[in-house]
C-alpha cells in the first residue's frame, strides 16, 4: 500500500480545473478503451489485468468530479 505524499497531487485534484467537455471526453476514452479491453480479455490476450480497475476508478472519478461541477452551477 502506498503512503501519502504531500508534495504528490491526487488523480482527482489534476482533473478538477478540467472543463466539462475535457472530462467527457476522458469518460468516452476510457469506456471505448475498456470495452477493447474487455474483447481481448475474452480471447485471452490481456497482459495487464490490473488496466481494468484503474479504468474503472478513472471512469468513477471523471464522473464524480462531473456531478459535483453541474451541481455547482
Known amino acids: 500500500m502506498s503512503t501519502y505524499r ?6 482527482a485534484s489534476t482533473l478538477r480545473p478540467l ?5 467527457q ?3 468516452r476514452e476510457a469506456r471505448e478503451e475498456l470495452l477493447q ?5 475474452a480471447t485471452g490476450a490481456v497482459e495487464n ?7 474503472r476508478r478513472d471512469i468513477a472519478r471523471c ?10 452551477k
Open 49 to 55: 489485468s490490473a488496466r481494468f480497475r484503474a479504468l
Open 6 to 11: 504531500k508534495d504528490k497531487p491526487s488523480a
Open 19 to 23: 472543463a466539462a467537455a475535457e472530462l
Open 25 to 27: 471526453k476522458r469518460v
Open 37 to 41: 479491453l474487455r474483447l481481448r480479455k
Open 63 to 72: 464522473l464524480t468530479i462531473l456531478a459535483a461541477q453541474a451541481k455547482q
